[in-house]
Structure formats: structure tokens, C-alpha cells
């Protein structure tokens, strides 16, 4: 069974950092491009960061220099290292994998993170 579990969101002040991890399990995933997407309330969902099976690493423009992808094959593990947040940072944030073909594409259930003083 495909599972793709996020983790460590939450409430943090403006200019303060969080990590988020997704664990992923059920697939082949050190082949599998893995995506961190968020939602903010009434919004539409936007690609924040993307790592692909061979380490290449890709930003939306509002999050380069603060946010940073990273993965551990050996663990079925991605993670997004959120600094200096910002008040337009609060969303869901939910991890994706890609696959080779668009049958294999699965989303994880999202964390929300908050930022506010």
C-alpha cells in the first residue's frame, strides 16, 4: 500500500523555521521525483519544490534562498527546510511523487503550516 506521510508543521513566528519530512512507503521511491506543493486558504495549489531520482533540485521563485528540498534514499524520506518564514508561507503543504508514467503519481495527506505573530 502506497503511503506518503508528512510531518512537522505548525505554528511559527515570522522569520523562524520549520522542517517538514515526508516518509514514503509502497513504492520504488529513490526513483520517483518527489515534489513539495502547499495551499493556502482559498487559493489554488502551487509546486514549491521539486528533487528529482538524481538529486536535481527546482524552486517556485517566492521561496529560492529560504526554502530547501532534500531527500534520504535510505530512509524513503523528503524533506523542505523552511526559513525565515513568512506570513504568505501559511498553507497546507503537501508532498507528491512522481513517477515514470502518470499512473504512478501519489500525494500525501498534508501538514499545515502556520506563520503568524
Known amino acids: 500500500q502506497v503511503q506518503l506521510v508528512e510531518s512537522g508543521g505548525g505554528l511559527v513566528q515570522p522569520g523562524g523555521s520549520l522542517r517538514l519530512s515526508c516518509a514514503a512507503s509502497g513504492f520504488a521511491f529513490s526513483i520517483f521525483t518527489m515534489n513539495w506543493f502547499r495551499q493556502a486558504s482559498g487559493k489554488q495549489r502551487e509546486l514549491v519544490a521539486v528533487i528529482t531520482s538524481g538529486g536535481r533540485t527546482n524552486y517556485a521563485d517566492s521561496v529560492k534562498g529560504r526554502f530547501t528540498i532534500s531527500r534520504d534514499n535510505a530512509k524513503n524520506t523528503v524533506y523542505l527546510q523552511m526559513n525565515n518564514l513568512k506570513p504568505e508561507d501559511t498553507a497546507v503543504y503537501y508532498c507528491?511523487?512522481?513517477?515514470?508514467?502518470?499512473?504512478?503519481?501519489?500525494w500525501g495527506q498534508g501538514t499545515q503550516v502556520t506563520v503568524s505573530s
Open positions: 507528491s511523487a512522481e513517477g515514470p508514467t502518470p499512473k504512478y503519481y501519489y
